[in-house]
C-alpha cells in the first residue's frame, strides 16, 4: 500500500514545492494509494483535483486538499468517491 501523509506540524523539504503536476505525478504513479492528505499544498487547480480523483476515487479513503483554487466543479467530483 502506498500512503503519502504530509502533516502539519511534519514539514518536510519537498512539501514546500508540491502542486498540481506533482499531485497528479504520485496519483499516476501510486495506483494503490489508500489516503492522500496534503496540507499547504495551495498550487492545485479543478484539474489537478479531478485528475486524482479519476484516478484514484474508488480506492481512495482519505482526500485533504487546499480549497483555496479550488471551485464547485472540483468538489461536484467528490461524488465520485465512493467512501
Known sequence: MCTLLVKVKEMFSFQQNLNGKTVRFIADSCQHLKKFILYYVTDI???????????????????????????????????????
Open 45 to 83: 487547480f479543478d484539474d489537478d483535483v479531478i485528475h486524482v480523483i479519476t484516478k484514484l476515487g474508488k480506492q481512495l479513503t482519505t482526500l485533504v486538499l487546499d480549497g483555496t483554487n479550488l471551485t464547485d466543479v472540483a468538489f461536484s467530483f467528490l461524488k465520485n468517491c465512493p467512501r
